[in-house]
């Protein structure tokens, strides 16, 4: 048995099992969650944190590993699912992305 990780899309809910210890930004994409932006998903850094564009949010956040999750960690921003294993029960926030990685405003 895996670890459930549930992924928020679109205003929708759907839990995934996961494998214990597997790189979020993986999983995602191997089940069709689209963690890029309309460019990004053809051109990005391949999952080895250097272009900032598989952003997502998660609660709770893990302890960051690598130096831009850090950062975000510290200014409030999305974390790189590159970046994340997978040790414990997850809500993954998909982020409406246009042109790179940038995240659209949040609607209130």
Same mark, same amino acid.
């Given at each position: 048995?895996?670890?459930?990780?549930?992924?928020?899309?679109?205003?929708?809910?759907?839990?995934?099992?996961?494998?214990?210890?597997?790189?979020?930004?993986?999983?995602?994409?191997?089940?069709?969650? $689209? #963690?890029?932006?309309?460019i990004s998903?053809?051109?990005?850094? &391949?999952?080895?944190? !250097?272009?900032?564009?598989?952003? =997502? %949010?998660?609660?709770?956040?893990?302890? $960051? #590993?690598?130096?831009h999750d850090?950062?975000?960690?510290?200014? &409030?921003?999305?974390? !790189?699912?590159?970046?994340?294993? =997978? %040790?414990?029960?997850?809500?993954?926030?998909?982020?409406?992305?246009?042109?790179?990685?940038?995240?659209?405003?949040?609607?209130?």
């Amino acid at each position: 048995m895996g670890v459930p990780v549930t992924v928020v899309a679109d205003g929708e809910e759907t839990t995934i099992d996961v494998e214990r210890g597997a790189n979020l930004r993986e999983e995602l994409l191997e089940r069709g969650f $689209p #963690v890029y932006g309309t460019i990004s998903q053809y051109a990005n850094c &391949g999952g080895r944190g !250097l272009c900032s564009t598989c952003t =997502v %949010e998660v609660d709770p956040a893990p302890e $960051p #590993v690598h130096w831009h999750d850090a950062a975000a960690v510290r200014f &409030g921003y999305p974390r !790189l699912s590159c970046c994340i294993d =997978v %040790e414990e029960p997850l809500t993954v926030r998909l982020l409406d992305k246009h042109v790179w990685g940038q995240v659209l405003p949040r609607q209130l």
